[in-house]
């Protein structure tokens, strides 16, 4: 589980054109499992849902931006991430895997996009104890195990993130206290560091893959307007191009219909772009 992503290391050489020797000094990145390719059909395919008619995946934008900048990891300089690392915190995993849907502020969009702070601020004891005086503490830790198999297991019309390791999902929970403003927070928010692949991973599973498809489904219906598959995308754009496009930024200044993810950075969509190159979607 442990193994540290090898497949990658000789393209990410020969993507980036770094020398050798330093992608062999990298430090072992720890604990972050092997990533593995992006498969099946979109989220929205799976739903069978109507691109048009709804929300998911187009919510990240909306709303004021209430995600303080301190809480992320900052911006990678240079290209020294490519080889060390990106380091990540709550807030980062919180825009690759969750907010597309639910917002910066976690709010969601009803009645889709059920606002997912609720459900955190019940796994406080404080806030329970201020409703009933009994027993508290106990159902703070039912509602933060129903929480995590939440995320882990999804819901009817949520993706599940099964793929996050603890140490990932221990800091996202970290994060989400914080959003929710809850008074005993019992998780500690803390900067991971996680190699370029495993960025890459989160945001693609996280984000893309709402609605683009890995591969060409068999069989089914021609969608009115292409959504370009997974498997496509490192063929049909270099890796120049594609950070732009990921933006849906149309052609000849017409706006797409994706979301223009602004709140990732173009060292991220990079990273997904490697990702994707890496681990080929099918
Ligand atoms: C593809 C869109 C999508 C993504 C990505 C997503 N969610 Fe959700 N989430 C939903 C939808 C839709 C609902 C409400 C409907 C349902 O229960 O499926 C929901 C509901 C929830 C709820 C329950 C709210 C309630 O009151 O019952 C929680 C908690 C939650 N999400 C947390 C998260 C977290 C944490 C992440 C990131 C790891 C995440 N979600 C990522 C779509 C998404
Ligand atoms: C809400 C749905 C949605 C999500 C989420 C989404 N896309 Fe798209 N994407 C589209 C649609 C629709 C198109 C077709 C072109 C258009 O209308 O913008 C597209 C097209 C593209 C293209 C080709 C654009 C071109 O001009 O060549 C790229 C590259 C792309 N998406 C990358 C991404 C990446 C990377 C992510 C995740 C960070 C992502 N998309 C998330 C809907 C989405």
């Not at 020969?14 to 972050?32: E, R, S, Y």
């Not at 991430?81 to 849907?101: K, V």
């Not at 005993?184 to 370029?196: E, F, G, Q, T, Y």
């Not at 370009?228 to 754009?237: A, E, I, N």
């Amino acid at each position: 589980m442990i193994a540290a992503h090898r497949p990658a290391a000789a393209l990410r050489r020969a993507l980036l054109g770094i020398p050798a020797l330093l992608v062999l000094a990298a430090p072992a990145v720890a604990a972050t499992p092997e990533s593995t390719p992006a498969t099946g059909p979109s989220w929205l395919a799976k739903l069978g849902r109507d691109f048009d008619k709804s929300s998911l995946g187009r919510v990240g934008a909306l709303g004021p931006n209430e995600q303080d900048p301190e809480l992320q990891a900052p911006a990678p300089q240079g290209g020294r991430w490519l080889r060390q690392g990106f380091d990540l915190r709550g807030a980062d995993l919180f825009r690759f895997t969750c907010r597309s849907c639910h917002g910066a502020g976690g709010r969601g969009l009803p009645p889709e996009v059920l606002p997912l702070v609720d459900r955190v601020r019940a796994t406080s004891a404080e806030l329970q104890k201020k409703q009933e005086s009994t027993a508290a503490a106990d159902r703070a830790v039912t509602a933060e195990q129903l929480l995590r198999h939440r995320i882990e297991a999804g819901g009817p019309s949520m993706p599940g993130f099964d793929f996050f390791s603890p140490d990932e999902e221990d800091v996202l929970i970290a994060y989400l206290e914080r959003l929710a403003g809850i008074p005993d927070p019992k998780h500690v928010d803390r900067s991971l560091k996680v190699p370029v692949d495993r960025v890459g991973e989160l945001i693609v599973k996280g984000t893309c893959q709402t609605c683009h498809d890995s591969s060409r489904v068999p069989g089914a219906k021609p969608a009115p307007w292409p959504i370009p598959t997974l498997d496509s995308l490192p063929s049909s754009h270099s890796a120049r191009a594609f950070v732009p496009a990921s933006r849906h930024r149309g052609q000849a200044g017409l706006h797409g219909r994706g979301p223009e993810v602004s709140y990732l950075r173009d060292q991220e969509l990079e990273a997904a772009y490697f990702y994707l190159t890496a681990y080929p979607a099918h």
